[in-house]
């Protein structure tokens, strides 16, 4: 299960990331997602677990979770809508 993790302090890591959701199960990836041109942290990211009970605990008991000073929202990601690359302009 793809998981969605924002209101993300902007020092948290991968590392950092994936160690919080260990906790709960195995985790294949954790990314914290950063701006392209600065490299500065996008205050949310999304981590890969394989068991979905896992996952879903691992949502369950994280979601409202303070990390350095934010409470994380955490929940299932939604997939992408169709025909949306991952590069690129996007408008909003």
């Given at each position: 299960?793809?998981?969605?993790?924002?209101?993300?302090?902007?020092?948290?890591?991968?590392?950092?990331?994936?160690?919080?959701?260990e906790?709960?199960?195995?985790?294949?990836?954790?990314?914290?997602?950063?701006?392209?041109?600065?490299?500065?942290?996008?205050?949310?990211?999304f981590?890969?677990?394989?068991?979905?009970?896992?996952?879903?605990?691992?949502?369950?008991e994280?979601?409202?979770?303070?990390?350095?000073?934010?409470?994380?929202?955490?929940?299932?990601?939604?997939?992408?809508?169709?025909?949306?690359?991952?590069?690129?302009?996007?408008?909003?």
């Open positions: 299960m793809n998981i969605y993790v924002g209101n993300l302090a902007y020092k948290v890591s991968d590392q950092e990331l994936k160690k919080a959701f906790e709960y199960g195995d985790v294949l990836s954790a990314k914290v997602i950063t701006d392209r041109e600065t490299g500065r942290s996008k205050g949310f990211g981590v890969e677990m394989n068991n979905d009970n896992e996952a879903q605990n691992a949502i369950d994280l979601d409202g979770l303070e990390m350095h000073g934010r409470a994380l929202r955490v929940n299932k990601a939604k997939p992408k809508p169709a025909g949306k690359s991952s590069g690129g302009r996007r408008n909003y």
